[in-house]
C-alpha cells in the first residue's frame, strides 16, 4: 500500500476501499452499459472497471507482502473505487457504492497472468475487474414495467333457455336493457419503491372495493428493487362504460 501523502499534485491515484495504489503502478480501463426499463428510457448504468497493475518489489519477500495485501484488499466487496487526480480531485469515473444497485462487485480477483523473467522477484503484474450498477437520478424512470387492460361484457339484449314440460328448450329474450360490466386489471413493476395500484377508471360503477397484490421484490446487496403492485377492479353499470385502460406514464 502506498505510503506518500495522497494529495501530491501530478500524480493519479487509484484506491479501492481503504487500499491505496502506488501511483503510476495501475494502468485502468473503464466502460460503460446502459441498462433499460420495458419503456426502453435508462435507470442504470452498468459500469466496468478492468485494472492492469504491477506490483514492484526489491526482493522475493517484499513482492510477496504486496500481493498478500492485494489480496486481502480485494477480498471484500461492496467499496468505493475511487480515482484521485491530484490534490482534493476526485474523478467523476469514481464509483460510490452508495450511489449503486449492490455496491461495487468484484468479477475478477487479483489474478497473475505471469512469473516470466523477474516476475515474482523485483514485480509482479496482475489484473483485477470490478462492475457496478450505478443508478440514474431520472425520477421519470421510477418504473421498470407498467400494463393494464379491461374487458368488458353486457350492452346486448340477455337471453334465457326455458325448458317446458314437453318438448325441446326454448331460447327466449330475458330483458331488453340488461347492464354493463367491465373488468379492470393491471401490474406494476417498481424500480426502487413498490409503486400504487392504478385508481379506477370508473368509480361510481364499482361492484365492489377492489382486489390488490404485490411482491417483495429481489435483494441486490442493499438495495430491494423490482417491488410490484397488481390491481383489479369490477364495474356494473346500466350505462356503457366509455374509456381505455392506462398507458405508461399516464395518470
Do not use: C
Request: charged share 20%.
Amino acid at each position: 500500500m502506498a505510503t506518500e501523502n495522497l494529495h501530491v499534485s501530478g500524480k493519479i491515484w487509484i484506491r479501492y476501499g481503504n487500499y491505496l495504489h502506488d501511483p503510476g503502478e495501475v494502468e485502468y480501463s473503464i466502460s460503460s452499459e446502459a441498462l433499460l426499463t420495458d419503456a426502453q428510457t435508462p435507470y442504470a448504468e452498468k459500469v466496468r472497471v478492468n485494472l492492469n497493475g504491477r506490483l514492484v518489489g526489491s526482493s522475493t519477500t517484499d513482492i510477496e507482502k504486496k500481493v498478500v495485501a492485494l489480496l486481502t484488499a480485494y477480498a471484500t466487496p461492496g467499496l468505493d473505487f475511487s480515482i484521485y487526480l491530484g490534490p482534493s480531485a476526485t474523478s467523476v469515473l469514481s464509483i460510490d457504492s452508495s450511489d449503486t444497485n449492490g455496491g461495487v462487485k468484484i468479477l475478477q480477483p487479483p489474478s497473475f497472468p505471469s512469473n516470466r523473467n523477474a516476475a515474482h522477484v523485483t514485480f509482479l503484474d496482475y489484473t483485477i475487474a470490478l462492475e457496478a450498477e450505478v443508478r440514474l437520478s431520472n425520477v421519470a424512470t421510477y418504473l421498470r414495467s407498467f400494463s393494464e387492460s379491461v374487458t368488458r361484457g353486457g350492452g346486448s339484449p340477455a337471453y334465457v333457455m326455458l325448458q317446458p314440460r314437453r318438448g325441446r328448450a326454448q331460447r327466449q329474450l330475458g330483458t331488453r336493457q340488461p347492464f354493463y360490466t367491465a373488468t379492470q386489471q393491471g401490474t406494476a413493476v417498481g424500480l426502487y419503491a413498490k409503486p400504487s395500484p392504478s385508481p379506477p377508471l370508473w368509480p361510481f360503477a364499482l361492484k365492489e372495493g377492489g382486489e390488490f397484490g404485490e411482491t417483495g421484490g429481489r435483494a441486490i446487496g442493499s438495495t430491494t428493487m423490482d417491488k410490484s403492485t397488481s390491481w383489479k377492479y369490477v364495474y356494473e353499470s346500466t350505462t356503457p362504460l366509455f374509456g381505455s385502460p392506462r398507458s405508461w406514464g399516464v395518470g
